[in-house]
């Protein structure tokens, strides 16, 4: 057997696997909520289009302006303790070798080990930060491909390109089965979106659609009940 064959190779671009999986889930899920509540609830596909159409680009933006937020929010923070930490090591850099010296002893490093990697280690002052800021603040360093506005896009474009496909029915077909079409349309996409988790997750791409698809699923049922029942009262 080759050796490569035994080398297991990253999985690249997971950085706005988050992104783009909540944001295409959540746009195919409450795209198609208003879909099935008012398909419930017995109005005009006219109706059912604009509906869709406003929930798709308001709420798409609205979700990626509170990723673009809190990114931008948690990135300040990582940063600001960053200087914190920097700063304590410049000032007290007898109680930081102290603290390093606990993390590696408690990581299973022997003393002598311990003493003769710290000179070495506080040779690269980035790493020496990255390393307090892990074990002391327990956060992890920031990834210098993932930024704000790019984990917004990924949740906006994610949000609407997945969200528009309860929708697209709705403008080629006028007949009574246009709701039945937009549903299987729409567990179709929920399955492959949950499919693909497992390109970068491991996980067993069909458990990970059918997870998927399970969530949607009740969603929509809840909005098409809730979209009944209230044609039924008013």
């Given at each position: 057997?080759?050796?490569?064959?035994?080398?297991?190779?990253?999985?690249?671009?997971?950085?706005?696997?988050?992104?783009?999986?909540?944001?295409?889930?959540?746009?195919?899920?409450?795209?198609?909520?208003?879909?099935?509540?008012?398909?419930?609830?017995?109005?005009?596909?006219?109706?059912?289009?604009?509906?869709?159409?406003?929930?798709?680009?308001?709420?798409?933006?609205?979700?990626?302006?509170?990723?673009?937020?809190?990114?931008?929010?948690?990135?300040?923070?990582?940063?600001?303790?960053?200087?914190?930490?920097?700063?304590?090591?410049?000032?007290?850099?007898?109680v930081e070798h102290a603290e390093m010296f606990g993390f590696l002893r408690r990581k299973g490093y022997a003393k002598k080990d311990t003493e003769a990697l710290l000179p070495l280690l506080s040779k690269n002052k980035e790493f020496w930060l990255d390393v307090m800021m892990q074990e002391e603040l327990g956060i992890a360093p920031l990834d210098a491909n993932s930024t704000p506005i790019r984990a917004a896009s990924a949740t906006f474009f994610s949000f609407t390109a997945a969200g528009a496909v309860p929708l697209i029915p709705y403008f080629f077909i006028s007949t009574g089965s246009v709701f039945t079409v937009a549903a299987c349309s729409t567990a179709a996409m929920l399955f492959i979106v949950g499919a693909s988790r497992s390109l970068l997750t491991g996980q067993r791409w069909y458990l990970a659609g059918l997870e998927m698809l399970f969530v949607g699923g009740i969603a929509s049922l809840i909005a098409y009940g809730v979209g009944y029942g209230v044609s039924l009262v008013v």
């Open positions: 057997m080759k050796h490569s064959s035994l080398v297991k190779h990253h999985a690249k671009g997971g950085a706005y696997l988050k992104d783009v999986v909540y944001g295409a889930n959540d746009g195919i899920i409450t795209t198609f909520a208003i879909v099935a509540g008012v398909a419930g609830a017995g109005v005009e596909n006219t109706i059912v289009i604009l509906l869709g159409l406003a929930n798709l680009f308001a709420d798409g933006f609205s979700m990626a302006a509170s990723n673009y937020l809190g990114s931008k929010s948690e990135r300040a923070y990582i940063l600001r303790e960053r200087v914190a930490e920097e700063l304590e090591l410049t000032e007290e850099p007898k």
